[in-house]
């Protein structure tokens, strides 16, 4: 069963302070990586791809991949109340058409 | 900017009827995705379309659910005899090839009564 696996929060965080995400996946040769933004009642917004190991930097945001660890994860740098949200890590697991998404965590930026 | 636009937003019916949710997927993208979203809970996955054809389904997609390209422009996913359990949004998405980010609509919110 492929599955991809986020910690449910919510994460808390106060304006100013790094928020850290994270996502573990099951399929060893995964090669694409998303990390979507959702606010309550609207659709998934693309804030991040990713799909060599290391680090990848977009504005406030990092991407970290560990393909060996099967590890994905989101650094929002400088949150503020305009983050908060929930976000969604998606994988494109090997021969799969689909993007599967975990369940997402909720992150709440206090002013 | 380009974007996948849907129609309804909202569609309220009563259980045992049949709906048609549309889609207007990026003119320039070739793969086609209906997920859902029941209220609370992760976005699931129900079939992706890709050269006039369903590449891939999930366990939802069962005999009820269809999806049809009927012309260059429009995607539709028809549910045939809606369930209480099928209320949810409902997000059309495509993208350019199957190994590239995919672009969301803003959602069909179906509520069956």
């Known amino acids: 069963q492929k599955e991809v696996e986020q910690n449910s929060g919510p994460l808390s965080v106060p304006e100013g302070a790094i928020a850290s995400l994270n996502c573990t996946y099951s399929d060893r040769g995964s090669q694409s990586f998303f990390w979507y933004r959702q606010y309550s009642g609207k659709s998934p917004e693309l804030i991040m791809f990713i799909y060599s190991n290391g680090d990848k930097e977009d504005g406030r945001f990092t991407a970290q991949l560990n393909k060996a660890s099967q590890y994905v994860s989101l650094l929002i740098r400088d949150s503020q109340p305009s983050d908060s949200a929930t976000y969604l890590c998606a994988v494109k697991f090997t021969n799969d058409y689909k993007l599967s998404f975990g369940a997402g965590t909720t992150v709440t930026v206090r002013a | 900017e380009p974007e996948v636009t849907q129609t309804p937003s909202h569609q309220v019916t009563q259980m045992g009827q049949e709906v048609i949710l549309r889609c207007v997927p990026i003119s320039n993208h070739l793969y086609f995705y209906w997920y859902r979203q029941i209220l609370g809970q992760k976005v699931e996955f129900l079939v992706s379309?890709?050269?006039?054809?369903?590449?891939?389904k999930s366990e939802i997609f069962d005999d009820q659910f269809s999806v049809e390209r009927p012309d260059g422009s429009n995607f539709t996913l028809k549910i045939r005899s809606t369930k209480l359990e099928d209320s949810a949004m409902y997000f059309c998405?495509?993208?350019?090839?199957?190994?590239?980010?995919?672009?969301f609509g803003s959602g069909t919110q179906l509520s069956v009564l």
């Open positions: 379309f890709y050269n006039n054809e369903i590449s891939e």
């Open positions: 998405a495509s993208s350019p090839t199957t190994n590239e980010k995919l672009f």
